[in-house]
């Protein structure tokens, strides 16, 4: 689970994530890619493969917040990294719609790296 299938384009995206062990904590996305993303937070660390909700607005894209559902898949000193989870049965209701306000903002990035190379 920790391979990389995707590269990750760096942010700069406060958050909330609801983590049913402790309640909401704020985050801070780094980087993110179609398949996960990166969260600097000041909490402890937080127990691999946990199941938890990740709520943020991309004001760029979109004014409505956004939740997406995650497993937490690696811990380190900043943060934790997060893999989007997007089965069959949850592309069907509002993670489909996280999911594809993620792929406006990483389409919107590489066109601007485009622009500036």
């Known amino acids: 689970m920790n391979k990389r299938w995707n590269s990750r384009k760096p942010v700069d995206i406060n958050l909330v994530i609801n983590y049913p062990a402790i309640g909401l904590l704020r985050g801070k996305a780094t980087n ?18 946990s199941d938890i909700e990740i709520t943020l607005k991309i004001p760029a894209i979109s004014d409505t ?15 934790f990294g997060v893999m989007f989870r997007n089965s069959a049965a ?21 066109s601007q790296q485009k622009w500036a190379s």
């Open 65 to 79: 917040p956004i939740q997406i559902p995650a497993i937490i898949i690696h811990n380190s000193g900043k943060g």
């Open 32 to 49: 993110i890619s179609h398949d996960g993303m990166f969260i600097e937070t000041v909490a402890a660390s937080l127990s691999h493969y």
């Open 90 to 110: 949850e592309k069907k209701n509002s993670s489909n719609e996280g999911m594809n306000l993620i792929q406006q903002l990483l389409n919107q990035q590489q």
